[in-house]
């Protein structure tokens, strides 16, 4: 994975290349351009060996990821046996 790359204004721009595959972005962190780059890392690796499926199962992670670390952080007063972690 490369690495993120300051740029002039002071964000943050990370380009990727997965077999073939390139995408880039920019952020206003380091820190969410890292997060950013992993996770599409993954889904591009996704993309290249399983096609639209593959794409598709790992959009359909991050989605629900992202769901429960917002819901955890929204009721962090729930018990843990409720999330289900014992």
């Not at 962190?29 to 096609?51: S, V």
């Not at 769901?67 to 046996?81: E, V």
Request: charged share 25%; no cysteine; net charge positive.
């Amino acid at each position: 994975m490369s690495k993120p790359k300051k740029t002039a204004p002071g964000t943050w721009r990370i380009q990727l290349k997965v077999r073939g595959l390139r995408d880039a972005a920019t952020f206003p962190t380091a820190r969410e351009a890292n997060e950013w780059g992993m996770k599409r890392t993954l889904e591009l690796k996704a993309a290249a060996t399983g096609g639209k499926a593959g794409a598709k199962l790992m959009g359909e992670a991050k989605a629900i990821n992202d769901a429960l670390k917002t819901l955890s952080a929204t009721l962090p007063s729930l018990p843990r046996q409720i999330i289900g972690s014992e």
